[in-house]
Structures are given as C-alpha cells and as structure tokens.
C-alpha cells in the first residue's frame, strides 16, 4: 500500500493534480474518500474536495492550489464573456432604436424604464407620472439621452418629430432638481413660440405631479417677479421674452442659479438674423453663470455650424442622433401635388374638402397675410375652420390651440408659428398649400402628423415657381420611402449661394383672395368690431368696481 501511494505521489509530483481527472485512481489507491452516493455534483466540487484535501500531502496541495487558480480564472473568463454578452446586448438595443452616439464614456441606453429605478435611483412618484401618461416604453432617443442627462453631461440630440424629446429632457431634470428649493429658478427650458413654450409647461407639470417642484411660463411682466421669487423651479420661456425681462433694470428675474439649460429646438434658436435667435442665446448663456450649469440641445434637424458650435462650446459633450440625421419621418404618407399656378392650389384643397378628409387638418401657408386670405376664402365652404397666427392676440391664440386640441376646429390654418414642436395628438393629415422654402422647414412641418408611432398623411402643393426648392423636398420624400417622379431628383442641385438665398426668401405668390379687397377691407373692420364688442361685453363681471377695471386695463396694457 506504501509503495503504491509513493508512485502516485512520484508520478503526480510534476504535473498538475487534477482531481476531476483523477479523482477515481486515487480513491481506489484509498488516497482520498471516495464520494458518498447522490451527493449533488456542485458541493461535490466544494466541501467533499477540500475535506478531503486536508489528507492530502503538500504536493498535492500545492497542485490543488492551482486548480483553484484555474476555476478563479475560468470565473474571471465568465464575467468578460458576460460583459462582451452584454456589450452585445446594448449594441443590438442601439441597433433596434437607430441610436448613434458620438463622445466618450456614454452610459449605456435603457432597456425599460424600470431601470430608472433600479440603476439610477430615480423616485416612485415619476416612475408612476410616466406610467400614467402611457408610456409603457422609452423612444430611442429617451433611451439614450435620459442616463446621459442624469448623468450630468452635456448633450446635444437629434432625433425625428415626434419621437418623445420633451419626455427625454424632463425626465432627467426632474429627477437631477428633486425637490422644491428657495433657489429661485434651477432650469430653464428655451423654444422659439409661446405656444411650445407653454406646451413644455403642461408636460413637466403631468411629469412633475406629486413632486412639489414648480414650472412656469412669464406671461407678464408684472408677474416676472413674484414668479421669480416664489419658489419657481423651472422656467420655460422663448428667448425674446426672457431677454426682455432680463435686460430692464433692475433685471426682473434672475437666472444665476440655473443648473440645467435646454434649448429646444435648438437649430432655429441657433439661427442669426432676424428669424433666429442667436444674439438672444449669447445673452441668455452669460446670464446663466452658475458653475453648475449642464447643457443640452434638442432638435429633429441639425444644422452643421451648431454642431460645430456644440463640439467647442459644450463641456465633454454627446452627441446622440437617432436615424438618419435631417430626414422626414417615414410614419407619413408623402405626396407632392402640381397645381399649375396659385389659384389651382384654391381648386386642389376644395378638391380634397369635397372628396372627404378625415380631420383633424393643419393647413400651412408662407405669411400672415396669406392666412388670413385663405380663411376668409375657406370660411363659408362649411367646415370647421380657423386660423392662428402672429398678428392675432397672445388670447386668441391659445383659445384656438385649445379649440384645436378639443376638435372643435377641423382646418386649422397657421403659418410657419406652428411648424415646430406643438403635438398636436391625432393630426390626421398636414397640407402645405405653400411650398416650404427649406427642407428643414419641411420636415418639421409635416412632422406635425404621424406621431408617437401614428400614421399620417402630407400633401404639398406645388407650382411652376417651386421648382427651385423642388429637388430638396422630393428627396426627402423619397428617402421616407414615398414615390415621386424621377425628373424631379434630376433638377439642377441650386448652389451654396442660391441655397441660402432660397432659404431666406418666401418667393413672391400672386394673392390668394378671390374677393373685391375693398369689401375683405369692411368684412375686417366688421370682424375686429365684433371681436371688440365681445370683449367688452364679457369684461364687467359681476361685483366689479370701475377700479377694478382699470387696473385690469393697466396689467393688459403692460404685456408685451
Ligand atoms: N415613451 C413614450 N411612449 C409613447 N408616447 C410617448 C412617449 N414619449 C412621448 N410620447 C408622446 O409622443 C408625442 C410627441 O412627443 P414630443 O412632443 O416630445 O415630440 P418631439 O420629439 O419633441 O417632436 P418635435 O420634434 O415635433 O418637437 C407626445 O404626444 C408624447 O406624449
């Protein structure tokens, strides 16, 4: 038995001691005890081998060792294999949701929004505001922007009309902001109209409900202060207004502790000029000293110099485009419509009236002037019909954006006020009676249906005068994956000079009204008197002194 146990020792003195593989010969040579029946196999490999190790003499030990090393390596070989599983994971999820990122150390996206909670912490209470919206999934962009944004970097997003950017912006601001502060405003929210701004407001309070935390929109000045200090958390307002209220002396609010600064639609904000908002961006981001300041852009089309501007200007910043960056989206039906010259366009949409569109409908013409012209026309076909637009007072405004909302208004016709971010639910069908002049113009225009992953319909009318913006457009059709005629890609591509030429000019249209313009005169006059008389009518309310009234009239005559 001696003899037989020095050879054993002898012969595995040099090389390894596997016991997996040698386990049997050395419980018949009796070194080791041999395995008690139906002993499951995993504390097999652990308490059973290292009792019995304890009997083994050094050499055997040693190799024992190494073993263990072994199996520690094997681990270390699994949980590589489950990072590269998971790294795998997070690309097929890029890959499903068309998400690209540029920038370094980028969190990975959200597989649902559960994971809020479990891998950032987020509270119960947005998680249910979420939930209560019906949000029962991220959209790609809120996939990736929200853990970016939570983690406190610098972003600049893009991704397609209606893909839920608002949500992806709130979510980590609410979470970042907590609670109420006596701090005065902590983020501040730009867009280009009053009625995207006010309709950001509505979102962070269904987001925001529950959490104590405060937004607001400054209607008016003489609000501008008590709004300022009064525990307002978030600020949402277009760069005009704010740049007012910040400019008088003393400034009537303050935004120095600002912490998150978000600028949707950030490319028209971006724009120089008198269509744009640059200077007024320059001024907002000096008055937004805090050290602790975050930004993040927002838009569906990017232009390259903001892009540009964002890579040297923003802290470590990433980039996140989902799909293919400037594209129109491909959940609406996109047709071009040649109308000869103007007045065929009058014909084509009593055309479509007459052979039945399902409402709601948004109606796009290049000035005020038109849209006023197109309503008066459009007004007695017997359909449920307004307009909006900048010359019609702020209160108006929003009675027909509400209207709209509600489906009491069928034919909204607006100018290009309502071409970017209003979600408008259930829009059926966009009808660009005048030729958007740029293709970005364009998307986001039709990008008024066909969101949320709804369907819709776009139908834009052209003429002989279009044709220098035509190629644009039909491209971007049929990147969307509608048909158009092949004569239109073959148009002559307009040069960088014409382009922008294009661009900055609404083309000269010969005038919409069929109607003597002496009598459109009177039927305006009678109009704005009836308007007139009907405010007058609902101002006295009951109890109301003549001081009351007038001071009424002093806070009107104060808005801007
Ligand atoms: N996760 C989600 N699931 C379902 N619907 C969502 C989700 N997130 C947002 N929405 C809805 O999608 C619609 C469009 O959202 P939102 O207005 O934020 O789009 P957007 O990307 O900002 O569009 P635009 O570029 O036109 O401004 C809204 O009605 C919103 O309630």
């Given amino acids: 038995m001696e003899e037989r146990k ?6 595995s003195a040099f090389g390894k001691f596997d016991l997996k593989r040698f386990g049997k010969d050395a419980e018949r040579l009796k070194l080791i005890q041999s395995k008690p029946a139906q002993q499951n196999e995993t504390t097999t490999n652990n308490s059973t081998l ?4 304890k009997t083994l003499p050094e050499t055997a030990q040693v190799d024992d ?3 263990t090393q072994k199996k520690k390596k094997k681990g270390k070989i699994t949980a590589s294999k489950k990072r590269a599983l998971l790294e795998e994971e997070i690309r097929h999820l890029r890959n499903v949701h068309h998400i690209h990122i ?4 980028i969190p990975d996206p959200l597989k649902d929004f559960a994971e809020l909670k479990t891998s950032y912490g987020i509270k119960d209470v947005i998680l249910t505001n979420i939930e209560s919206q019906g949000y029962t999934e991220p959209t790609g962009v809120q996939r990736q922007a929200i853990p970016i944004m939570i983690q406190g970097r610098d972003l600049m997003a893009c991704a397609p009309t209606g893909c839920g950017k608002t949500a992806a912006f709130i979510i980590p601001i609410l979470h970042h902001l907590k609670e109420p502060q006596n701090n005065g405003f902590r983020a501040l929210v730009l867009a280009p109209t009053r009625e995207l701004a006010k309709q950001i407001v509505r979102e962070f309070r ?15 000045e003489s609000t501008a202060i008590k709004k300022s200090n009064q525990n307002f958390d978030i600020l949402v307002s277009t760069p005009n207004r704010l740049v007012y209220l910040l400019q008088q002396n003393p400034p009537l609010l303050d935004v120095r502790n600002v912490e998150w600064l978000v600028v949707d639609e950030s490319d028209k904000l971006f724009e120089a000029g008198t269509r744009g908002f640059r200077d007024q961006l320059g001024a907002i981001y000096k008055a937004c000293s805090s050290s602790k300041l975050h930004r993040a852009m927002f838009s569906a089309t990017f232009a390259q110099d903001v892009e540009e501007w964002c890579k040297l200007n923003l802290d470590n910043v990433v980039q996140v485009t989902i799909g293919a960056k400037n594209t129109a989206i491909n ?11 103007e007045s065929g366009k009058l014909i084509a949409i009593r055309n479509l009236i007459r052979e039945g569109i399902s409402p709601p409908v948004l109606v796009f013409v290049q000035s005020k002037e038109r849209a006023k012209h197109l309503y008066t026309e459009l007004m007695y076909d017997n359909i449920n019909i307004d307009v909006i637009h900048a010359d019609r007072p702020q209160e108006q405004r929003d009675k027909v954006v509400k209207n709209f909302r509600l489906g009491h208004i069928w034919f909204l016709i607006c100018t290009e006020l ?8 259930g829009v059926n069908l966009v009808i660009n009676y005048d030729f958007p002049t740029t293709a970005i113009s364009y998307i986001h225009r039709i990008g008024r249906t066909g969101r949320a992953g709804r369907t819709g319909k776009a139908i834009t009318f052209f003429t002989e005068n279009d044709k220098p913006n035509l190629r644009s457009i039909a491209n971007m059709i049929r990147q969307a994956g509608c048909p158009v005629p092949d004569y239109m890609i073959a148009i002559k591509k307009p040069g960088r000079k014409e382009k922008r030429r294009l661009a900055n000019h609404v083309p000269e249209r010969q005038q919409i009204l069929t109607m003597d313009p002496r009598d459109y005169e009177r039927l305006q006059r009678k109009r704005k008197f ?8 609902k101002k006295p309310r009951l109890g109301q002194s003549d001081a009351d009234q007038s001071q009424t009239g002093n806070l009107k005559s104060t808005e801007k």
């Fill in 331 to 341: 959940t609406v039906e996109q047709k071009l419509l040649f109308t000869g010259d």
């Fill in 50 to 53: 290292s009792a019995s190790v």
């Fill in 6 to 11: 020095k050879l054993f020792w002898k012969l």
């Fill in 418 to 425: 309502m071409g970017r971010g209003i979600d408008f639910k």
């Fill in 530 to 537: 009836r308007h007139q008389k009907q405010k007058s009518l």
């Fill in 206 to 220: 269904k987001l925001s409900k529950g959490l104590g935390l405060r937004s607001c929109y400054i209607e008016k």
């Fill in 65 to 67: 060792q190494k073993s």
């Fill in 102 to 105: 540029q920038g370094s150390d």
